[in-house]
């Protein structure tokens, strides 16, 4: 899903995301859209990302490769 390129300039401009999230914006939205009864239910995303480098993910075999703990000695 797409954004209009509206939004995203919205939010990309100087600081505004920042700005929204110190003065409570986003705080206030989900209690609004509930009392106008647009939404019925509430769901959190996160955007957190965790990639491998790219020669690792392309590598394939075991998933825990290279993280096991080194044998004793």
């Known amino acids: 899903m797409e954004r ?3 939004a995203v300039r ?3 401009d100087g600081g505004r995301f920042a700005r929204w999230a110190a003065d409570g914006t986003f ?3 989900p209690a609004a859209a509930l009392g106008r ?6 769901v959190a995303l996160d955007s957190t990302i965790v990639r ?7 590598k394939g075999g075991s ?3 290279g ?3 080194p ?3």
Do not use: F, I, N, Y
Request: charged content about 15%; aromatic content about 6%.
């Open 71 to 73: 044998a004793a000695g």
């Open 10 to 12: 919205a939010l990309a």
């Open 37 to 42: 009864a647009e939404v019925g239910w509430l």
């Open 27 to 29: 705080d206030k939205l």
């Open 52 to 58: 491998a480098h790219q020669h690792t993910a392309a």
């Open 4 to 6: 209009p390129a509206r």
């Open 63 to 65: 998933p825990s490769a």
């Open 67 to 69: 993280w096991d703990a």
